[in-house]
């Protein structure tokens, strides 16, 4: 039941579990290869959310490309059933890349400085050529990151648009995050994500892994650097960010980089325990006022709690 102990019961039925799954997961892989003749595979259905035996078959089969939906379960299948047909009745080309992620809506002034006046907390709009370097400070001394920027992501993953987000490095983190900001239980993991042409030096990852789709060990001289992203065994669910996936995401995680020489951020989603994804400029204001969030990023907009310089100039961490 919600809210019961967890119990070394659970945990075991939880491992004999996922145990069971993997094999059946990279069998398949296997046969529909071997049944077609090809190397590039296409794989979806709500297991396909199953992100640890994503990448033990990644590592068992190793086909030569690999592309997992954002949203592979039963919400994906109304979009792919809808270009299916548009395809099929109307003659309509599909597109010959993969979909962007973020298929919500984007809010502009109008819908934002409402929103921002409204809040009650210190606000401040910084050249825009500032931005992500201000916001990486405040993650470098420890504070808590909420973003809201562009479309919201489609499917059940915060890739940077509607994103929770922190520094990597503070062992204590992962802790905090889920006791004081998700209000969750504590052995839930966080992803890192990191800045593509970086992700092989810090974990065994090859190819893109660009929806959090894969889990894959964290390289043994790096784990002891980034342990708010480590789950307890030393893999993380890794999110890889290209220049073409998300700029400004990617603009945020470069300066982070810059100031740390770690080049990547935690990442999760912008929720409470139980609550769906924040969604317009309003849900992200609540959800930050009654969290322990330090800072919201709103379009260009940052608001926080105290004057901004208390999260620049300090290091007083979360």
Request: one cysteine or more.
């Amino acid at each position: 039941m919600p809210g019961a102990e967890i119990t070394q019961r659970h945990r075991d039925v939880a491992y004999a579990g996922q145990a069971i799954l993997d094999p059946i997961v990279s069998n398949a892989w296997r046969a529909a290869l071997d049944l077609t003749g090809l190397r590039s595979l296409v794989y979806a259905g709500g297991v396909a959310l199953n992100s640890v035996s994503n990448g033990k078959a990644w590592r068992d089969v190793r086909p030569d490309r690999l592309y997992i939906p954002p949203n592979p379960g039963d919400p994906g299948q109304g979009l792919g059933c809808a270009m299916f047909g548009a395809y099929e009745l109307a003659g309509w080309d599909p597109p010959r890349s993969e979909l962007p992620e973020y298929l919500g809506p984007a809010y502009g002034t109008r819908d934002l400085d409402p929103v921002v006046a409204a809040a009650g907390v210190a606000t401040v709009r910084p050249p825009a050529g500032e931005l992500a370097s201000l916001v990486a400070r405040c993650m470098a001394n420890g504070h808590i990151v909420g973003r809201v920027d562009g479309g919201a992501e489609f499917g059940p993953r915060a890739l940077g648009n509607r994103s929770i987000l922190c520094d990597p490095r503070r062992p204590g983190m992962k802790d905090y995050l889920n006791l004081r900001v998700k209000h969750r239980e504590p052995f839930r993991p966080f992803a890192p994500a990191v800045l593509a042409e970086h992700a092989e030096e810090w974990f065994d990852l090859d190819g893109r892994s660009p929806y959090m789709l894969r889990v894959a060990p964290i390289r043994p001289d790096r784990l002891d650097r980034i342990p708010a992203v480590a789950h307890v065994d030393g893999t993380a669910r890794v999110q890889t960010v290209a220049g073409a996936d998300n700029p400004g995401f990617r603009d945020l995680i470069g300066a982070f980089h810059g100031l740390t020489s770690v080049p990547l951020v935690v990442n999760t989603s912008f929720n409470l325990a139980g609550r769906p994804i924040v969604e317009t400029p309003g849900d992200a204001v609540e959800c930050f006022t009654s969290t322990e969030i330090d800072v919201l990023v709103l379009g260009p907009h940052v608001l926080s709690k105290r004057p901004l310089a208390h999260y620049l100039d300090t290091d007083s961490g979360a």
